[in-house]
Every structure is written in structure tokens, then in C-alpha cells.
């Protein structure tokens, strides 16, 4: 089946520690985006990617990273940059030409 | 800058009720819009898009949504709502690059 996956579901990070979210997705989408939710503020651009290698900082970019080194594979890099990390995190992908945005299933991170 | 509000940030309705939920954004220009929902556990799902073309736009589950130019506004409406239907609403319009710029969402709960 053709979608995209997220891993883990659920996401601990200790103060002080950086943590990867995986998003693959086997749908040979070119674009490639994240978002990060919260609630009663509906989901703001983290970062986003056009097409491998190359990618572009969102509204909410500070105390995150990204790499886009294979089509399929966007992760996404919380570091300890960022202070208040506790939310949940989507990622989507664009197939070239289509008009609508299709979203993996989420990871929920939180902080000991 | 882009951005899109929603009215209502709590809905509850009784089986059988109509739905309206509100959405305007502030850009001027060429929009795309998009109604998307989140049931319970579940992928963030694509409702309904408006591009160009008739401005009443018929989306799946029963949901339209009108795009009024004037008001700048892409309400989201059902005559009769449904128990299955209790879930997150959010609306969004297309930036740059096909990002999205997403409202605070809506929780709506339906009681049978």
C-alpha cells in the first residue's frame, strides 16, 4: 500500500537531548513537509523540501533540522534548541503537479 | 503575511443538527483553500479544496463548503450531522510552494 509512515507513534526526549522522528514515505512524492501541532493552534510549517537535497525553513524553524539525502526519507531532528518541544508532529508530501497534501499518521513527542 | 481563522474553536451538536463552520483567510490573491479533517486516532484527511470555478464545492461525508470572494470566507457546511462525524476540523489555504498556512481548527462533538 502506497502512503506515508511515521515512526515512532509516541516519543520521549530527556532535557538536553536531541531526537530524530522518521517520515518515509512510497509514494514518489517530490515535496515533502512538516508541521508541528498544538492545541488551539491548529498545525504551523516546520520545514519543507522540494526535492532531495535541497529544503526550506517554515514558519517554526528554530530548534529543529532536517535532511532530505533520499526521496522517500524526510526526519526530522528536534534539538535541544528548541524549548518547548511537547507536541504532536506531522509530516506530508506533494506529488509533482497534484494539488493536495497527504499526511502520515503523526508522532506524539514528549519531555521527561 | 497569509493566515486563516476559524470562529469556533468548540462545537457541539446534537444528531441530526446543521453544521457551519466558519473560516476566513486574509490573503488577497489567487487562493486555493482546503478543509481538512482529523477523527479520532486517524490521518489527517482532505474534505473538500477549492481552486477555481463553481464557489460551492461538494466534498465527501456530505460536507460542502462556499467560497464567497467578497467576505473572504470558505465556510464549511452539513445540513445533518452525524455521530461519525465527531472529529477536528481545520481549514487552510495554499501558500508559496504549496505550503499550507492552517486555522486554529475546530473540534466538533456530535451526541447521538
Known amino acids: 500500500d502506497g502512503g506515508i509512515t511515521q515512526s515512532p507513534k509516541y516519543l520521549f526526549r530527556k532535557e538536553g537531548q536531541n531526537v530524530t522522528l522518521s517520515c518515509e514515505q512510497n509514494?514518489?512524492?517530490?515535496?515533502m513537509y512538516w508541521y508541528r501541532q498544538d492545541p488551539g493552534q491548529g498545525l504551523r510549517l516546520i520545514y519543507y523540501?522540494?526535492?532531495?537535497?535541497?529544503?526550506q525553513k517554515g514558519d517554526i524553524a528554530e530548534g529543529y533540522s532536517v535532511s532530505r539525502e533520499k526521496k522517500e526519507s524526510f526526519p526530522l531532528t528536534v534539538t535541544s534548541a528548541q524549548k518547548n518541544p511537547t507536541a504532536f508532529y506531522l509530516c506530508?508530501?506533494?506529488?509533482?503537479?497534484?494539488?493536495?497534501?497527504?499526511f502520515g499518521p503523526g508522532t506524539r513527542l514528549l519531555v521527561l | 503575511a497569509q493566515s486563516v481563522s476559524q470562529h469556533n474553536h468548540h462545537v457541539i451538536l446534537s444528531e441530526a443538527a446543521s453544521l457551519e463552520l466558519g473560516c476566513n483567510y486574509s490573503?488577497?490573491?489567487?487562493?486555493?483553500l482546503f478543509w481538512y479533517v482529523q477523527y479520532p486516532g486517524q490521518h489527517l484527511q482532505l474534505l473538500l479544496k477549492?481552486?477555481?470555478?463553481?464557489?460551492l464545492v461538494k466534498g465527501i461525508k456530505g460536507f460542502e463548503a462556499e467560497f464567497i470572494k467578497s467576505k473572504f470566507s470558505f465556510n464549511l457546511r452539513k445540513p445533518s450531522v452525524q455521530w461519525s462525524d465527531t472529529a477536528e476540523y481545520f481549514c487552510a489555504s495554499g501558500g508559496g510552494y504549496n505550503k499550507l498556512i492552517f486555522g486554529a481548527g475546530t473540534r466538533l462533538a456530535v451526541h447521538p
Open positions: 477549492y481552486f477555481s470555478g463553481d464557489p
Open positions: 523540501s522540494q526535492i532531495v537535497n535541497d529544503f
Open positions: 506530508a508530501s506533494l506529488g509533482t503537479g497534484e494539488e493536495t497534501q497527504y
Open positions: 490573503y488577497g490573491g489567487t487562493v486555493n
Open positions: 509514494l514518489n512524492h517530490d515535496a
